[in-house]
C-alpha cells in the first residue's frame, strides 16, 4: 500500500518559515521523482517544486528563490523548505510521487498571515 503523508504545515507570520516533510512508503523512493503542489482558496492545483532521482530540481517562479526542495533517500522524505513566506503562498500543500504511477498525499494546510 502507498502512502505519502504529509507534515510541517501550519500558521506563520508573513516573512516566515515552515519546512514540510513528505514520508513515503509503499514505494521504491529512488525510482520516483518527488514534488509539491498546492492549492489555494477559491483557485485550482498549482505546481511548486519538484525533485527527481538524480536531485534535479525544478520550480515554480513565482516560490524560486524562497523555497527549496530536498530529498533523502535513506529517509524515503522529501522536504520542502518555505523561507520568505508571503499571504499569497497560503494553500493545503500536496505531496506528489510520480513514475509509471503517480500518488498523491492527504495535504497539509499553511496559513500566511500579513
Known amino acids: 500500500q502507498v502512502q505519502l503523508v504529509e507534515s510541517g504545515g501550519g500558521l506563520v507570520q508573513a516573512g516566515g518559515s515552515l519546512r514540510l516533510s513528505c514520508a513515503a512508503s509503499g514505494i521504491t523512493f529512488r525510482n520516483y521523482a518527488m514534488g509539491w503542489f498546492r492549492r489555494a482558496p477559491g483557485k485550482e492545483r498549482e505546481f511548486v517544486a519538484s525533485?527527481?532521482?538524480?536531485?534535479?530540481?525544478s520550480y515554480a517562479d513565482s516560490v524560486k528563490g524562497r523555497f527549496a526542495i530536498s530529498r533523502d533517500s535513506a529517509m524515503n522524505t522529501v522536504f520542502l523548505q518555505m523561507n520568505n513566506l508571503k499571504a499569497e503562498d497560503t494553500a493545503v500543500y500536496y505531496c506528489?510521487?510520480?513514475?509509471?504511477?503517480?500518488?498523491w498525499g492527504q495535504g497539509t494546510q499553511v496559513t500566511v498571515s500579513s
Open positions: 506528489n510521487a510520480i513514475a509509471i504511477f503517480q500518488y
Open positions: 525533485i527527481d532521482g538524480t536531485g534535479s530540481t
